[in-house]
């Protein structure tokens, strides 16, 4: 079946602007979660979602982080007045069952900011 | 929080030997342990998982070991091939299901 897909792959855009990043987890997946890579380090957790609410938005760095999950499938992490040191690669997960299930991983969002 | 550290960060070894990597957490409560092996490029694909009621898990070339009164949990990668070239990751959850990953272990395989 069709596995966890984000889009776009790549996304280049100057300081201060606003971006947008989707991700289209495993259907029927009620667990997703965002991670940041930076080059030369593990994923790091953002946020997670249940359904459609956020039940753990700990990891996201600052205020102008926000995701939503409107409808308990695809979720959108927006970035306001982005900043040179957001650039790295934005992960989606999606599992069955959160905690103790496999996390599967989408392909990534490159974002460079300039 | 949870603390996951990694070691070592480069590991290189001759075709056919085999290679260790180890990793140690901080809270233990944590009681699901993953590795993902991603190539360059490409997503994170979990490669074994262990709970923490299992010391050692075995799938083919590839174990998992785990140490819970030392919190720490090893990658065994045995007849190692060259495909097998790639940063591996572990990770530690607990039922809290916000994943901490190690910082990676880069992995060459020399033919």
């Known amino acids: 079946g069709a596995g966890v897909s984000q889009t776009p792959s790549n996304k280049v855009t100057e300081k201060g602007k606003y971006v947008e990043l989707r991700c289209d987890p495993i259907s029927g997946h009620t667990a997703l979660y965002w991670y940041r890579q930076s080059l030369g380090q593990g994923p790091e957790f953002l946020i997670y979602?249940?359904?459609?609410?956020?039940?753990?938005d700990s990891g996201l760095p600052n205020d102008r982080f926000f995701a939503v999950r409107p409808e308990g499938s695809v979720s959108t992490l927006k970035i306001q007045r982005t900043e040179r040191g957001d650039s790295a690669v934005y992960l989606c997960a999606s599992s069955s069952n959160p905690g103790l299930n496999e996390q599967f991983f989408g392909p990534g969002t490159r974002l460079t900011v300039l | 929080g949870e603390n996951v550290e990694q070691h070592p960060s480069t590991l290189s070894v001759q075709e056919g030997d085999s290679a260790v990597i180890k990793c140690t957490y901080s809270?233990?409560?944590?009681?699901?342990f993953p590795w993902y092996k991603q190539e360059l490029g490409k997503r994170p694909q979990l490669i074994i998982d262990?709970?923490?009621?299992?010391g050692e898990k075995k799938d083919q070339r590839i174990a998992v070991t785990l140490n819970k009164t030392a919190k720490h949990f090893s990658l065994h990668i045995t007849e190692t091939q060259p495909e097998d070239s790639a940063v591996y990751f572990c990770a530690a959850s607990t039922q809290h299901p916000d994943m901490r990953f190690g910082a990676g272990t880069r992995l060459t395989v020399k033919p």
């Open positions: 262990i709970r923490s009621n299992v």
């Open positions: 809270d233990s409560a944590s009681n699901y």
């Open positions: 979602f249940q359904g459609t609410g956020a039940a753990d």
